[in-house]
């Protein structure tokens, strides 16, 4: 079965420090790969998505992933981190074809401060 | 666009109890995903319908329960509250046509005492 690892719980970090979060999966052919990020109070939404081609690939609100197929990882990274970047990050996976659920990892607590 | 609408928001229910929580997902959309998202745990995968027919199932017990109507709004129901249900339900949903990417709804808050 697939599983997905997110390295660290809670990330507390100053505003203007630069930020990487790992995720780490367990599946051996293509996959397709998200980060998603609930605010306080907020429903989980979209940061962004790999499905094929540039392993590099730009989301919403200056935040970046970079799949290392050879490591099975997809980290997530911003150079620079706001206060409003205060949320909880989810990593999550499924298989490139077919209809199969997607897994997430248990999350990272991001805590940004001033 | 609407997006995914969840009800209840929030509900209260006492151990032994049933509950059902309903989702509308996007118009057009003919899958809808459930989760079960508790502190430490993350997010766990229920189950997905599929235009009336469960897709996939994850690895809960017979206890929590789901369909989805021809209109494609589904319901889950979990039966004899444990304490242990306590959690955020979230409904997703995704178009037909091979796109992986889900959309969350607010989600039903649960608190079984």
Do not use: I, K, T
């Given at each position: 079965a697939q599983s997905v690892s997110q390295h660290n719980h809670h990330v507390i970090l100053s505003e203007a420090a630069s930020l990487e979060l790992g995720c780490n999966y367990s599946y051996g052919g293509t996959v397709n790969l998200f980060w998603y990020v609930q605010y306080p109070g907020q429903h989980l939404q979209l940061l962004l998505k790999y499905f094929?081609?540039?392993?590099l690939v730009k989301g919403i609100k200056g935040f970046e992933a970079e799949f290392i197929k050879s490591k099975f990882s997809f980290n997530l990274r911003k150079p620079s981190v706001q206060w409003s970047d205060t949320a909880e990050y989810f990593c999550a996976v499924n298989p490139y074809s077919g209809n199969t659920p997607l897994v997430f990892g248990k999350g990272t607590r991001l805590s940004v401060i001033a | 666009k609407a997006g995914v609408t969840q009800t209840p928001r929030y509900l209260i229910k006492t151990r032994g109890q049933q509950v059902t929580l309903s989702c509308s997902p996007i118009s057009g959309h003919r899958s809808v995903s459930w989760y079960q998202q508790t502190p430490g745990q993350g997010l766990q995968f229920l189950f997905e319908y599929f235009s009336e027919t469960q897709r996939n199932k994850g690895n809960f017990p017979g206890r929590f329960s789901g369909r989805q109507f021809s209109n494609s709004r589904s319901e889950m129901n979990v039966s004899t509250?444990?304490?242990?249900?306590s959690a955020l339900y979230l409904c997703a949903s995704r178009g037909?046509?091979?796109?992986?990417v889900l959309t969350f709804g607010a989600g039903s808050r649960l608190t079984v005492l």
């Open positions: 094929s081609g540039d392993p | 509250l444990e304490l242990g249900d037909g046509d091979g796109a992986n």
